[in-house]
């Protein structure tokens, strides 16, 4: 069975908010899809001892070296990762040399199509059937507000 989700981060990949306003943004998000006839799976704050991969499934298109724009490949990338870290999103080095130009680069520089974020916090929204597909720019200022720092979201389809 196929999921969806969408997966809230914070900007900056080290920050992480208190317990309490992990819940209390988690808790807002909760509610978007509280509607009548709206359903979600689960809603959930998930705290990363590193800075974990925030992916998007097989919604990321292709990967492109930010020095020489080459596109670099999914599959270099997915093979990266699986070397790093096995079954664990977490990493412990962020450091990489890309094969297009061979210049030394942090992972996070890579620019994904579409979207792949690092962060050692997220909510993860699983499976649900509210529309829009995504949270708002309004919903989104409103979480970033109760967790205390800006966010952005990546959509995921595994």
């Not at 704050?45 to 925030?54: C, G, K, Q």
Request: with cysteine.
């Amino acid at each position: 069975m196929s999921e969806l989700l969408i997966r809230v981060i914070p900007t900056d990949l080290e920050w992480q908010p208190t317990p309490e306003a992990a819940i209390a943004a988690a808790e807002y998000v909760a509610g978007l899809f509280a509607g009548p006839g709206d359903h979600v799976e689960s809603v959930e704050p998930l705290f990363y001892d590193r800075i974990a991969v925030i992916d998007g499934g097989e919604y990321l298109e292709d990967v492109f070296c930010p020095r020489c724009e080459a596109s670099i490949g999914v599959d270099w990338f997915w093979d990266l990762l699986q070397v790093r870290t096995g079954n664990d999103p977490t990493l412990n080095d962020l450091a990489v040399t890309v094969p297009c130009c061979g210049a030394a680069l942090a992972l996070p520089e890579l620019r994904f199509e579409d979207p792949l974020g690092f962060a050692r916090f997220e909510i993860t929204i699983k499976n649900w059937t509210r529309g829009p597909w995504e949270l708002s720019d309004h919903e989104l200022t409103t979480t970033a507000a109760l967790l205390g720092h800006p966010v952005l979201q990546i959509q995921a389809h595994y």
